[in-house]
C-alpha cells in the first residue's frame, strides 16, 4: 500500500483544511486508517482513526470537536477535516493505514505510512 498524503498549507489561527490520503497499490479493505502528526521537536502523536466500514471514529483530547475524519472506500481516500486550526495544530500530519483486524490509537499497530503534509497555523 503506498500512501500519499495531501492538502496541507500555511493558514490563520480559526481557518480550516482538509486533508487528503489516498491509498495505491493495494486497496485498504478491512483496515482501519489513522492520523498522527509531529510537531518540531516533539514526538508523533495520535490524531484520528476510522473503522473501515467508517461507522466509528477515534480523536485525540485536543482535537475532540474541531476535526472529523472520513473515508470513502470507493475512492481509497480518507480526509481529515479540520476547523478551528490553532497554533498548536502546527506539525507535518501523517495518514497511515492499520494492521489488519487492528483499531487503536498505537502508531505500532499502523504498518504502512505515507510521506507526510505540513500544516502552519499562524496566530
Known amino acids: 500500500v503506498q500512501l500519499q498524503a495531501s492538502g496541507g498549507g500555511l493558514v490563520q489561527a480559526g481557518d480550516s483544511l482538509r486533508l487528503s490520503c489516498a491509498a495505491s497499490g493495494r486497496t485498504l479493505i478491512s483496515r482501519a486508517m489513522g492520523w498522527f502528526r509531529q510537531a518540531p521537536g516533539k514526538e508523533r502523536e495520535f490524531v484520528a482513526a476510522?473503522?473501515?466500514?467508517?461507522?466509528?471514529?477515534l480523536y485525540a483530547d485536543s482535537v475532540k470537536g474541531r476535526f472529523t475524519m472520513s473515508r470513502d472506500n470507493a475512492r481509497n481516500t480518507v480526509y481529515l477535516q479540520m476547523n478551528q486550526l490553532k497554533p498548536e495544530d502546527t506539525a507535518v500530519y501523517y495518514c497511515?493505514?492499520?494492521?489488519?483486524?487492528?483499531?487503536?490509537?498505537?502508531?505500532?499497530?499502523?504498518?504502512?505510512w505515507g510521506q507526510g503534509t505540513q500544516v502552519t497555523v499562524s496566530s
Open positions: 476510522i473503522t473501515w466500514t467508517g461507522g466509528s471514529t
Open positions: 497511515a493505514a492499520q494492521k489488519p483486524a487492528y483499531y487503536t490509537r498505537n502508531s505500532n499497530d499502523y504498518d504502512y
